[in-house]
Nanobody, 115 residues
């Protein structure tokens, strides 16, 4: 079983940057596909970025070129570097891990982009 704890959210002005971190605990982390999702008020949860065990990445069209997902298997960490933030990026961001049909979620961290 994996436990996921996010950090790094906060209030930032449009055009600013934030880096979200996700600390995982448990075994076999390096085999997990990891991802970041977000959910804005009144909207469905959506995939922001994913990274496979081998390091292949995919991104939602809305964040391509602005966000970067990365992982450190030694530290059991996943990161989401967010640049050029827009008000529409405001949401609760969730860390997600999946392996062999099992899915785990963190508690979420709030990101607010506002002047």
């Amino acid at each position: 079983q994996v436990q996921l704890v996010e950090s790094g959210g906060g209030l930032v002005q449009p055009g600013g940057s934030l880096r979200l971190s996700c600390q995982a605990s448990g075994s076999s982390f390096s085999y997990y596909r990891m991802a970041w999702y977000r959910q804005a008020p009144g909207k469905l949860r959506e995939l922001v970025a994913g990274i496979t065990a081998s390091g292949s990445q995919n991104y939602a069209d809305s964040v391509k070129g602005r966000f970067t997902i990365s992982r450190d298997n030694v530290k059991k960490m996943v990161y989401l570097q967010m640049n050029s933030l827009k008000p529409e990026d405001t949401a609760v961001y969730y860390c997600n891990g999946g392996l062999a049909g099992l899915t785990y979620w963190g508690q979420g961290t709030q990101v607010t982009v506002s002047s």
